[in-house]
């Protein structure tokens, strides 16, 4: 398997993963030890919230697209770990049932300049469910090596 470098991500598309079915059952699971709210646990109680229904925990959403990044490629990245997360944004539930596929964008590429043996790469992750609506939207940096160290 190739380990992917920095200098394999060029600012574009990089990619499309997926798609991940999402049942009723994992979303109880997740909501029950990680986020234990009512919209999250019981079909009457989300049925009245602002979300009419039961739905899945953002950040149930936000593992899930973690799990596909690293499905994806990062599994496969010379990734050095990750600064944080600029930002992260729940547009639509997560329902019982979906079927995601996620959209990797490199945003920005550049030489680090305190550490020019590394690079860093900014991804926009979009997961959309079958229906082509969006879901989540997260945009966040990784540390990345640079081919055979290279330096600045």
């Given at each position: 398997?190739?380990?992917?470098?920095?200098?394999?991500?060029?600012?574009?598309?990089?990619?499309?993963?997926?798609?991940?079915?999402?049942?009723?059952?994992?979303?109880?699971?997740?909501?029950?030890?990680?986020?234990?709210?009512?919209m999250h646990l019981d079909e009457e109680a989300a049925k009245k919230s602002m979300l009419?229904?039961?739905?899945?925990?953002?950040?149930?959403?936000?593992?899930?697209?973690?799990?596909?990044?690293?499905?994806?490629?990062?599994?496969?990245?010379?990734?050095?770990?990750?600064?944080?997360?600029?930002?992260?944004?729940?547009?639509?539930?997560?329902?019982?049932?979906?079927?995601l596929t996620l959209d990797v964008d490199v945003v920005e590429a550049r030489v680090s300049k305190s550490r020019p043996e590394t690079g860093i790469?900014?991804?926009?992750?979009?997961?959309?469910?079958?229906?082509?609506?969006?879901?989540?939207?997260?945009?966040?940096?990784?540390?990345?090596?640079?081919?055979?160290?290279?330096?600045?």
């Open positions: 398997m190739t380990t992917l470098t920095f200098e394999d991500f060029k600012p574009g598309r990089f990619g499309t993963f997926g798609p991940r079915h999402v049942s009723r059952e994992e979303i109880l699971a997740f909501a029950a030890e990680f986020d234990p709210q009512p009419r229904g039961l739905s899945g925990s953002g950040w149930h959403l936000g593992s899930l697209m973690m799990r596909m990044l690293f499905d994806g490629f990062i599994g496969r990245t010379a990734s050095l770990g990750s600064p944080g997360v600029n930002e992260m944004r729940w547009v639509a539930p997560l329902r019982p049932g979906d079927d790469v900014t991804f926009k992750g979009t997961i959309r469910n079958a229906r082509g609506e969006m879901l989540c939207e997260m945009e966040s940096p990784i540390i990345v090596s640079r081919r055979d160290g290279a330096s600045a």
